[in-house]
């Protein structure tokens, strides 16, 4: 499959060129956006929902987020009034985060330059054969994960 000594180093070069990356990206958003990516990555994930709001476990399993963590950062979003937590419509024992207005002009302002941050550090390095490599590995990876945690 890989020789020994490739594949530690690959490893070794996914690790670090994607937690500098992502931390470059951090320091962008912060800096254009006045959020951080995790902020970025909820807002996004609601405004894809079925009416911008989804049940907050479902939320958690969908960004990769502990279930108290989400909770910590749904309050900071909800301080800010770009998210609020209602009763899930379909069963009011659950918790729904629902995107606010406020919320919707905040991703809005956010997405294009969030875009233009990852084609200038990344995607834009990138050819159509590398971008595909991505796209065979994670997209299998990713699947498998989320689908693992649905196991759980």
Known sequence: MTSDRVAPRAWRAYFEGSRLLENELERRMKATSGID????????VLSEAGG???RMGDLARAIAFAPGRLTY???????EELVVRQPSIGDRRGTDA????AGRRRLRKARPQHARHVEELFLGCLDADAVEVLDRVFGP????LLARDHED
């Open 141 to 144: 990876l990713r699947s498998r």
């Open 37 to 44: 990516l995790g902020d970025f990555n909820v807002l996004l």
């Open 98 to 101: 629902v995107l606010t207005d």
């Open 73 to 79: 950062r749904i309050a900071a979003l909800e301080r």
């Open 52 to 54: 911008g709001r989804m």
